[in-house]
């Protein structure tokens, strides 16, 4: 068994940011998707650290053209909360052998968090090959990124923690890199205000990154 790439490159490859999510407002479920789709943003991780997570990934699946995962996923119970809240991917912090051992048993894919090359290289070993970064910048940025592009040809990462519209740019014009995670694409202030508006500008010019 192996990670689903199949699934996982058109997620991952529809835009060069995905939107960390921490939301526990359904109502602003579906508006938050919508306007981060209309922005150019599709691949949403919503994460599962807040009480309602689920029932907002089920409000944002709805949404048309949204692929969307769930983040902060540490054991099978979440993986199989997940895959019944409608998620799409799923992303995890680490990677433990258990989990990416439970992982494998499921169509949806696991994008699992790696900090050290021992640890992508055990990854890879286990059937992965899309992996994330984190927390990227803390670990090493994308210096460590590129030192990891020669011997590690075969992996593709997915930088997250501390990338911004300032930084991103480094980590986006490394071959090894498919995509970077932030937060920044989704303020707290503009949520609690409902100003979707704003959160779309936010997508648009991340969805412009790099072009």
Known sequence: MAQNVAQLTPI????????????DDIEAAAPLALALVKGGLPALEVTLRT??????????????GAFVGSGTVRNKAQIEQSIEAGAQFMVSPGAPLQLLEDALQYDVPLLPGVSTA??????????YSYLKLFPAEAVGGAKLLKSFASPLP?????????????????????????????SWIVPGDAIKNRDFDKIEALAREASQIGK
């Open 12 to 23: 991952l490859s529809a835009a060069p940011v995905v939107p960390v999510i921490v939301l």
């Open 118 to 127: 021992t640890e992508a290289m055990a990854a890879s070993d286990a059937g």
């Open 154 to 182: 075969d992996l593709k990462f997915c930088p997250t923690g501390g990338v911004s519209p300032q930084n991103a740019m480094d980590y986006l014009s490394l071959p090894n890199v498919i995509c970077v995670g932030g």
């Open 51 to 64: 009480p309602n997570a689920l029932a907002i990934i089920k409000e944002m699946a709805k949404v048309e």
